[in-house]
């Protein structure tokens, strides 16, 4: 690993002073992924500015029944709050569907939104990666990409992102609020991460000197909210496909819904194809398929991950029927 230079920040704008002013500066939260790729070479930082102990912990109540989730609250606690699980249950299930318990203690909400694609590709520094080294190539396309997008993608890149909770977030309409030298702004979940295009390197749309500092999340919407995940294993796998919806049903019609995807693209999905061919369509299984193949219809799979269409399209399918079936329940079988 390359030395680097440690120093605990005491406030937020000391610490967004401090790594406008270096270049080679990174903000340090959980470091579950930031360390591990120190220690790959893949992030060679020369001044790691820690900001873990910031009082950025909150889970608060805003107006209008919104909520405020502070950047360095822990993925376990809140996954768990009472609130996040009663009226956010998508949320706290795409929590529990990520990592380990272990990481989960850790992990933080700025941190998990943060984290790089887990492309070999692009943790091998001995290969070439146009999101590590911009121009070197992209070996994936032809290589080993079962597990990569295909949506969204591009002849540069075809990294998924790997986060579970900012597909919950895309799906909740939900909002980063970034902090800089020039003051505070927000920025939609759906808008925070960027497609590859021709800057694969650009993950997100932050500025170096800018601090993730909260996440907010409107009022919960009407209806109900549920994760799932496909992986190849029970735990501790990132997604092949993963699916965040809400949705609300009224005598048998879909009133409202939000659907994200996760594991088909380098930023949570949100299905706004198959949510315009929802609203007011019968609240059917046969209905919620032919939406998710309508959104799937942009689909660019690549030589061994087509697998990944009809498992995203029937994950959706089994979510979104399960949900609508939720509703005709009485309320002591919910």
């Known amino acids: 690993m390359k030395p680097f230079g440690y120093v605990r920040a005491d406030d937020v704008d000391t610490a967004i002073a401090t790594v406008a002013t270096e270049p080679g500066a990174r903000f340090l939260g959980g470091g579950t992924n930031l360390v591990d790729l120190m220690k790959l070479g893949v992030e060679r930082p020369e001044l790691l500015v820690d900001v873990s102990r910031l009082p950025l912990t909150g889970i608060d109540p805003l107006r209008d029944g919104r909520w405020r989730i502070g950047a360095n609250v822990r993925n376990s606690d809140l996954a768990a709050h009472p609130v996040i699980r009663s009226r956010f249950p998508a949320l706290s299930q795409a929590l529990l569907a990520g990592a380990s318990g272990q990481l989960r203690n850790a992990a933080t909400t700025g941190g998990n939104l943060l984290q790089r694609t887990r492309c070999l590709y692009f943790q091998d520094v001995s290969k070439p990666c146009n999101k590590r080294s911009p121009g070197s190539g992209c070996p994936a396309r032809e290589g080993v990409h079962r597990d990569l ?15 579970d909770l900012a597909v919950a977030l895309a799906a909740l309409d939900a909002s980063v609020v970034l902090r800089g ?154």
């Open 149 to 163: 997008a295909i949506l969204g993608h591009s002849e540069h890149c075809v990294a998924t992102h790997p986060s």
């Open 181 to 334: 030298p020039d003051g505070e702004r927000r920025v939609a979940l759906t808008e925070f991460h960027r497609l590859p295009a021709d800057l694969p390197e650009r993950d997100t749309v932050i500025a170096h000197d800018e601090l993730l500092t909260a996440v907010e999340l409107p009022a919960p919407p009407p209806g109900r909210s549920a994760y799932r995940k496909a992986r190849d294993r029970a735990s501790y796998a990132f997604a092949l496909a993963s699916v965040a919806a809400v949705l609300d049903v009224r005598e048998g019609e879909v009133r409202e819904v939000r659907l994200a995807f996760g594991g088909l693209a380098a930023k949570p999905w949100r299905a706004r194809v198959a949510e315009q061919a929802l609203r007011g369509a019968p609240a059917t299984e046969d209905s919620f398929r032919r939406a998710a193949e309508a959104e799937l219809a942009a689909v660019r799979p690549l030589r061994d991950n087509g697998f990944k269409v009809p498992l995203a399209r029937n994950l959706a399918t089994q979510v979104l029927t399960s949900l609508a079936d939720a509703h005709h329940q009485p309320p002591s079988a919910r």
